[in-house]
């Protein structure tokens, strides 16, 4: 846990494609994180959109950003532009450095692998990409939080919930993170057991491989390029 005197800057990422909940979950809690102040970044200020449509408007440019204890990368298809992006990468790259945390949702993780923050950790994301990170230097492990040294992973979309209440615990302890829980009234009782490959039946995994298999390929093909870039 830090000093909870010690006022804690956090900042969450935004791009257009992104999937929105791996922003806007983890938003429910960093936000509330006592004694912090929580805001979005982006390229620029002009509004985006979520793979679904939504629109989304940054606080500010990335670099109007302060040196943040915690960085949220967030993922979605767009992370796929990103993942080439040198101005994203190098900021991120800059703010990990100096981080108290690096919390990355869903295919953010491919992002934080392309600015080279994977290599030699323990690592996850959604099902659908968790096979590339080894492309990155990371050790894969299925599970819906990993957390290796000051970065914490949280594995698919609404997995981010799990990950910032993870992070919460770190920063403020785990009573801090029990009261945010609270407050959201975070307690998942889904109708279906179908939120993972090994619990949903075989045809609904197929059907969601196939659905994901163009934008899966081309993960494949971006994250050889950024092996072959990062030497690994």
């Known amino acids: 846990m830090i000093d909870?005197?010690?006022?804690l800057q956090i900042g969450s990422l935004l791009f257009e494609g992104i999937d929105q909940i791996d922003l806007t979950g983890p938003f429910?809690?960093?936000?509330?994180?006592?004694n912090a102040t929580y805001r979005?970044?982006?390229?620029d200020t002009e509004p985006v959109r979520d793979l679904r449509g939504l629109r989304l408007v940054a606080d500010a440019e990335l670099e109007q950003a302060p040196s943040?204890?915690?960085l949220h990368v967030p993922g979605g298809y767009g992370q796929e532009a990103l993942m080439e992006d040198e101005q994203v990468l190098d900021w991120i790259r800059r703010q990990a450095s100096g981080a108290l945390c690096v919390f990355s949702v869903c295919t953010g993780a491919l992002i934080c692998g392309a600015a080279g923050l994977l290599k030699g950790r323990r690592a996850t994301s959604h099902w659908s990409a968790h096979h590339l990170l080894h492309h990155f230097g990371a050790t894969p492990v299925n599970a819906r939080v990993v957390e290796d040294g000051n970065m914490v992973f949280a594995a698919g979309v609404t997995s981010g919930i799990d990950?910032?209440?993870t992070v919460a615990a770190r920063l403020r302890g785990v009573e801090a993170a029990q009261l945010i829980q609270l407050y959201m009234a975070y307690a998942p009782e889904p109708p279906f057991d179908a939120g993972t490959p090994e619990s949903a039946p075989p045809i609904v995994l197929e059907r969601a491989k196939a659905a994901a298999?163009?934008?899966t390929a081309r993960r494949a093909e971006t994250a050889r390029r950024v092996q072959d870039r990062l030497g690994l």
């Open 28 to 34: 429910e809690v960093l936000s509330r994180i006592p």
């Open 4 to 7: 909870p005197d010690r006022h």
């Open 163 to 165: 990950g910032a209440l």
């Open 68 to 70: 943040l204890d915690v």
């Open 40 to 43: 979005i970044y982006a390229k």
């Open 213 to 215: 298999a163009e934008i």
